[in-house]
């Protein structure tokens, strides 16, 4: 959990391994469309930062977080080094949110698991639309940067396992 001080968006950049001939996929939920494309702005803004050409971002939709897992299934196959799974789940007032957080959690767990290409979880479960808005882009930062980040270390990770 990110504690309240905590700016998603800061990391050190001499740190970050040359992401320049990584190639990557980033899914993205259509629910909650305003945090979530706060959430792929920051991720894809990272790793242009941090040297991945436009042409080697591969960008899907999927209508909701319970989808994202098998968008990055399907994602693992297009050839990229790490998959970003975005999304957004605001507590509401049916248990329906704690389905879809499970779901979505442990599905892109079991992928990072049984298949080779690292999925970045980068799904927002907040109880309030202002807790999502202060975390995609708002006053502490983006987690979508913080996904960008872990995302090219992962693809790291493996090129180096």
Same mark, same amino acid.
């Given at each position: 959990?990110?504690?309240?001080?905590?700016?998603?968006?800061?990391?050190?950049?001499?740190?970050?391994?040359?992401?320049?001939?990584?190639?990557?996929?980033?899914?993205?939920?259509?629910?909650?469309?305003?945090?979530?494309?706060?959430?792929?702005?920051?991720?894809?803004?990272?790793?242009?930062?941090?040297?991945?050409?436009?042409?080697?971002?591969?960008?899907?939709?999927?209508?909701?977080?319970? %989808?994202?897992?098998?968008?990055?299934? @399907? /994602?693992? =196959?297009?050839?990229? &080094?790490?998959?970003?799974?975005?999304?957004?789940?605001?507590?509401?007032?049916?248990?329906?949110?704690?389905?879809?957080?499970?779901?979505?959690?442990?599905?892109?767990?079991?992928?990072?698991?049984?298949?080779?290409?690292?999925?970045?979880?980068?799904?927002?479960?907040?109880?309030?639309?202002?807790?999502?808005?202060?975390?995609?882009?708002?006053?502490?930062?983006?987690?979508?940067? %913080?996904?960008?980040?872990?995302?090219? @270390? /992962?693809? =790291?990770?493996?090129? &180096?396992?």
């Amino acid at each position: 959990m990110a504690t309240e001080n905590k700016n998603l968006s800061e990391y050190d950049k001499a740190t970050i391994p040359n992401a320049s001939k990584f190639r990557f996929g980033i899914v993205v939920s259509e629910w909650n469309e305003k945090i979530t494309e706060g959430l792929y702005k920051g991720a894809y803004n990272a790793l242009i930062e941090n040297g991945v050409a436009p042409s080697n971002i591969i960008r899907w939709n999927v209508p909701g977080s319970f %989808e994202l897992v098998y968008g990055c299934k @399907k /994602m693992q =196959e297009q050839m990229v &080094n790490a998959v970003i799974a975005i999304g957004s789940v605001i507590q509401g007032e049916t248990k329906h949110f704690d389905f879809v957080c499970e779901g979505v959690t442990q599905g892109i767990k079991d992928l990072n698991v049984m298949r080779e290409t690292p999925v970045v979880f980068c799904v927002l479960t907040d109880n309030t639309m202002q807790q999502a808005i202060d975390r995609s882009g708002g006053k502490h930062g983006n987690k979508g940067t %913080e996904a960008g980040i872990a995302a090219i @270390k /992962m693809a =790291e990770l493996r090129k &180096n396992s």
